[in-house]
T-cell receptor, first 114, second 114 residues
Framework: AQSVTQLDSQVPVFEEAPVELRCNYSSSVSVYLFWYVQYPNQGLQLLLKYLSGSTLVKGINGFEAEFNKSQTSFHLRKPSVHISDTAEYFCAVSEGSSASKIIFGSGTRLSIRP | GAVVSQHPSWVICKSGTSVKIECRSLDFQATTMFWYRQFPKQSLMLMATSNEGSKATYEQGVEKDKFLINHASLTLSTLTVTSAHPEDSSFYIC??????????FGPGTRLTVL
């Protein structure tokens, strides 16, 4: 069975600084990988996803992530954050089949300081 | 992107009563829908997978007789929390899988049981 680990429960950064949110996964088969953002009292919004092809994936709001199969990682990055990026970020994995469910990591709270 | 709605967005009920939450895919057909629950400041935990026209598949530890799921059509799945108790208070989120296999999430329903 697949699993996802987000090592950092909270990441505080200053506005306009770069940020990296870490995500590692485990699976015995090929996977699809996702990053979702959740603003307070709201549902999930897809930031980006890796299905196949280029290992560097660009998403919305200036975020990008790189799939590293050898390190089983899918870290999320943004070169310059804004106050509006304050939210909870979830990494998720789905085994590569049409019937697969999505399993979420524990989440990382990104807080931006002015 | 595709839109998934949930109704109600929040509900307060007395202990012992039952509550029904609806999940609708507004502009696409979803043969599979998923139900998650999220406790405060925690991740999403998959409760069950709902397939149109068949019984739902529940995750380990989820009581199927307490959380009744009905997927009556390709655009509607319902979750009924029977004999609700305060420990059932949570944020319930559904998602619907489109034909391209991407999942779209609803905005969530906050349930408070008094």
């Amino acid at each position: 069975a697949q699993s996802v680990t987000q090592l950092d429960s909270q990441v505080p950064v200053f506005e306009e600084a770069p940020v990296e949110l870490r995500c590692n996964y485990s699976s015995s088969v090929s996977v699809y990988l996702f990053w979702y953002v959740q603003y307070p009292n709201q549902g999930l919004q897809l930031l980006l996803k890796y299905l196949s092809g280029s290992t560097l994936v660009k998403g919305i709001n200036g975020f990008e992530a790189e799939f590293n199969k050898s390190q089983t990682s899918f870290h999320l990055r943004k070169p310059s954050v804004h106050i509006s990026d304050t939210a909870e970020y979830f990494c998720a994995v789905s085994e590569g089949s049409s019937a697969s469910k999505i399993i979420f990591g524990s989440g990382t709270r990104l807080s931006i300081r002015p | 992107g595709a839109v998934v709605s949930q109704h109600p967005s929040w509900v307060i009920c007395k202990s012992g009563t039952s509550v029904k939450i609806e999940c609708r895919s507004l502009d696409f057909q979803a043969t599979t829908m998923f139900w998650y629950r999220q406790f405060p400041k925690q991740s999403l935990m998959l409760m069950a997978t709902s397939n149109e026209g068949s019984k739902a598949t529940y995750e380990q530890g989820v009581e199927k007789d307490k959380f009744l799921i009905n997927h009556a059509s390709l655009t509607l799945s319902t979750l009924t929390v029977t004999s609700a108790h305060p420990e059932d208070s949570s944020f319930y989120i559904c998602s619907a899988r489109a034909r391209g296999n991407e999942q779209f999430f609803g905005p969530g329903t906050r349930l408070t049981v008094l």
